[in-house]
């Protein structure tokens, strides 16, 4: 595959961003199932929490299995088996709404979740190696475009069908006999049904689309020249690159403070006396700041500043908003927890090609290292939550300050770091 003619990678590119979009809709849809989970199953705030942890979790699970999947099928097939393990596990829904049992929604998402990890392991290092190294935050930045599009439009659809009339619920639900209760509970989990069936057929055919398409592979030789350096040529093993286990280390806890803002900023806006019926469509604003950071880095990057560069400035932006959110109340401060979005657009697409950059023969396993690390998502919330517990939900943001600190480091320095080359 020939790096230096955008026409070669333009068509993998194209499917790789339909791989993104679904990204984005199942993953930002769990923002909406909090809340619709937690009135449906009648769940704590620490309950419905694990939404978010059944989900992520999967990424630590099948992060390792998934590399093994990719060096054995190739990066077409094993698109293909992750995109059907997420229609299983959309299915899986079905029963769950039927009999309103939380473990078995859990269940399903933690399935998704596993398809989700095969197609990160897979798709992430794809974007990075077709192209440039020096533009490869670029490609993940117009990935990220798909994958926000996405998150953008999935809170929403599913928001307006399962959680429509929510308010009204809650206040009935409130008042009305338990055998009432019970009918009402049973009704409005099962709203839920018919959207997961369109996506798990969604999912189905984009598989089969992709198992019959011409994707090219890339070969071995190629993910060598990734870094265009012989600095992996003596090396024996993955622990020998410090900056991809930093980049692990800084990537765990930069999923784990999107997940925060994207899935906590409805139940956050309720906290500020907003209804229910407005505050729904907060992850989707979260989203679309998501969405205008990835146009800047479309945009800028690398003719403007590099990934480095955005990396800093994002943990700064990221920091500040969050100061502002401290200061303000009602919607002004639940803008600048969404602006959160805008200053984490461009973190992951940044970290991933300085993370992978020089691993040559080891870039599977440094991706699947990667993804293993998205299952920050699952625990950082639940300390957000717990945090909230004990003081609230305004006060829990400011445990994010230190990762982008974190964040930020890495940019300066972490990133840098080589082992000498033996001799």
């Known amino acids: 595959m020939n790096k230096n003619n955008t026409k070669d990678y333009i068509y993998p590119l194209f499917i790789i961003g339909t791989i993104f979009f679904i990204f984005g809709f199942v993953t930002w849809a769990i923002a909406v199932l909090i809340p619709y989970l937690q009135i449906a199953c009648e ?71 596993l398809g989700l990890a095969i197609l990160q392991t897979t798709a992430n290092p794809y974007v990075t190696i077709l192209g440039p190294r020096e533009s490869g935050a670029r490609r993940m930045s117009i990935m990220g475009l798909a994958n926000g599009v996405a998150g953008i439009l999935g809170p929403i659809i599913l928001g307006s069908i399962v959680l429509k009339n929510a308010d009204n619920i809650t206040a009935s639900l409130k008042v009305i006999s338990l055998a009432e209760k019970t009918v009402m509970l049973n009704e409005l989990a099962r709203q839920v049904i018919l959207p997961y069936i369109f996506i798990a057929l969604a999912l189905i055919i984009v598989a089969v689309l992709i198992h019959f398409s011409s994707l090219p592979e890339v070969e071995e030789e190629e993910e060598d020249m990734l870094g265009g350096t012989s600095y992996s040529s003596d090396k024996k093993s993955i622990i020998q690159f410090p900056h991809l286990l930093l980049g692990v280390f800084t990537l765990f806890i930069y999923v784990g403070i999107e997940v925060i803002a994207g899935n906590t900023i409805i139940g956050y806006g309720s906290s500020q006396g907003i209804p229910l019926s407005s505050a729904k469509f907060f992850t989707s604003l979260t989203l679309f700041g998501m969405l205008t950071g990835y146009v800047i880095g479309i945009t800028c990057i690398p003719k403007y500043f590099s990934q480095r560069q955005a990396l800093i400035l994002s943990a700064i932006l990221g920091i500040c908003f969050v100061a502002i959110s401290q200061i303000t109340n009602g919607y002004t401060s639940v803008l600048f927890i969404a602006l959160l979005g805008l200053a984490n657009s ?35 919330p639940l300390l957000y939550e717990k945090i909230s517990s004990w003081s609230d939900p305004k006060q829990a ?18 990133h840098k770091i080589r082992l000498k080359k033996q001799s």
Do not use: E, H
Not at 82 to 99: N, T, Y
Not at 350 to 378: C, E, H, N, R, Y
């Open 346 to 380: 461009l973190i992951y697409p940044s970290i991933w090609p300085l993370a992978i950059s020089d691993l040559g023969k080891f870039t599977k396993t440094g991706s699947s290292l990667l993804v293993m690390a998205i299952a920050g998502g699952a625990v950082l």
């Open 43 to 113: 769940l704590t705030d620490l309950q419905a929490m694990f939404v978010s942890f059944a989900f992520y979790i999967s990424y630590f699970v099948m992060a390792l299995p998934s590399g093994y999947i990719l060096k054995k099928t190739g990066y077409k097939k094993a698109l293909s088996i992750g995109l059907f393990c997420m229609a299983v596990g959309s299915l899986v829904f079905i029963p769950a709404a039927i009999s309103r049992t939380y473990w078995i929604f859990l269940l399903g998402l933690f399935v998704q979740g």
């Open 397 to 414: 943001y400011l445990m994010v300050v230190p990762c982008y600190l974190i964040i930020g480091l890495y940019a300066i320095w972490g």
